[in-house]
Nanobody
Framework: QVQLVESGGGLVQAGGSLRLSCAAS????????IGWFRQAPGKEREFVAA????????YGADSVKGRFTISRDNAKNTVYLQMNSLKPEDTAVYYC???????????????WGQGTQVTVSS
């Protein structure tokens, strides 16, 4: 089992950037696909991006392609989400979780972190 903790959220103006971190405890971090999801008030949880165990493959939602980049450093037990060109519609609580493969179905993920708030002002 892996425990995940998100950090790096905050308030940023539209067009700005943030880098989120998902830090893991446990020895099995490199054995897990890690995904990022987000949930805005009144909306369902939405897939953002996922990265393979080695970091060699990624999968992202169309809504963030070209703006968000997912990466990982297994030596540091951390996955990152670099978010550029942020838009007000990116405002949400962002979560990371461990998954079985590069899939966008949140029901297949577990070990969810507590989330970090991202707010983009217009």
């Amino acid at each position: 089992q892996v425990q995940l903790v998100e950090s790096g959220g905050g308030l940023v103006q539209a067009g700005g950037s943030l880098r989120l971190s998902c830090a893991a405890s446990g020895r099995t971090f490199s054995s897990h696909v890690i995904g990022w999801f987000r949930q805005a008030p009144g909306k369902e949880r939405e897939f953002v991006a996922a990265i393979s165990k080695s970091g060699g493959s990624t999968y992202g939602a169309d809504s963030v392609k070209g703006r968000f980049t997912i990466s990982r450093d297994n030596a540091k037990n951390t996955v990152y989400l670099q978010m550029n060109s942020l838009k007000p519609e990116d405002t949400a609580v962002y979560y990371c979780a461990a998954g079985p493969a590069l899939v966008d179905n949140s029901r297949l993920y577990n070990s969810w972190g507590q989330g970090t708030q991202v707010t983009v002002s217009s």
